[in-house]
């Protein structure tokens, strides 16, 4: 697999690297999101590609990618309610001949339309909780149950699981539901490796920092601008390792959770760099 870097975009496929294979992205309704830009960049390695997320805006992306020449199938699924996981699973192979190759679970945050629960551990509810875990941890078990049949039988199986760095590694006020879910995920991650490393499928997790979605405010924005590289990351920049998880080049590399968040969690200072630097 060719794997080069532009000046445009940090990754560029070749268009015959995943030529054959059959890609579900899950989370994918943002134009300006990770779970899109890692739907683009495998679609563009020839992949066929079924796109997830909890509403019609997901046929937007599906139109896009289709504007490109990609092939793509759009699906509306709430994967928080019991058995949507297991349903677009099913239609995914359905449309594909029971074929299923690569999986980017990148479900998770906040969907539109839907609250953002945020509170300190004193004053959290019992509810709030259960749905940070359901919408962060559930939903990537859920799918990755139903779909793991048609991925083992792939034989060159790959499952990504986009995480973060909040809760592997560090955190935030009010941020421990979210966190416990996201650990919770190189967990599952870890586990899921071992059980399935003899069958030749590669279970892996991406960990996100700073990164400058459509959704990043403005104080995660300053986040990154005091990271190392002076900047938050782009959803290409993920997407490219993601790619590259999901690639014959990554064949022995399994278990394991990559953080891509240009430094900031290797350094000890964390303020504004003008202060220390």
């Known amino acids: 697999m060719a794997l080069r870097f532009g000046d445009n975009e940090p990754m560029q496929v070749d268009s015959t690297s995943f030529a054959g294979r059959v890609a579900l992205v899950t989370g994918c309704g943002s134009p300006t999101g990770i779970g899109f830009a890692a739907a683009r ?16 805006r997901i046929h937007e992306r599906v139109a896009e990618l289709r504007a490109e020449g990609i092939q793509a199938d759009g699906y509306v699924s709430d994967l928080m309610v019991e058995g949507a996981a297991a349903g677009l699973v099913a239609n995914v192979l359905a449309a594909n001949a029971g074929q299923l190759d690569i999986l980017v679970n990148n479900a998770g945050m906040v969907a539109l339309g839907m609250p953002e629960d945020s509170s300190t551990v004193a004053d959290i509810d019992p509810l709030e909780w259960d749905r940070s875990i359901a ?36 955190s935030n006020p009010e941020s421990a539901a979210y966190g416990a879910a996201k650990a919770g995920v190189l967990g599952l991650m870890r586990g899921l490796a071992i059980e399935v490393g003899r069958t030749g499928l590669t279970v892996n997790a991406v960990l996100p920092g700073w990164i400058a979605t459509g959704s990043q405010t403005p104080e995660e924005a300053i986040g990154g601008e005091n990271t190392p590289l002076g ?19 990554a064949s022995y590399i399994t278990g394991q959770g990559i953080v891509v968040d240009g430094g900031n969690t290797i350094q000890e200072f964390k303020g504004p760099s003008a202060s220390w630097y």
């Open 135 to 170: 919408r962060n941890l559930r939903t990537a078990f859920s799918v990755t149950q139903a779909a793991l049949p048609a991925v083992v039988a792939s034989r060159h199986g790959r499952i990504i699981y986009v995480s973060s760095v909040t809760g592997p590694l560090v």
């Open 231 to 249: 900047r938050s990351g782009t959803p290409a920049e993920v997407a490219a390792v993601i790619a590259f998880l999901a690639s014959d080049a």
């Open 41 to 56: 960049l495998l679609g563009r390695g020839g992949a066929h590609i079924a796109v997830a997320s909890t509403t019609d």
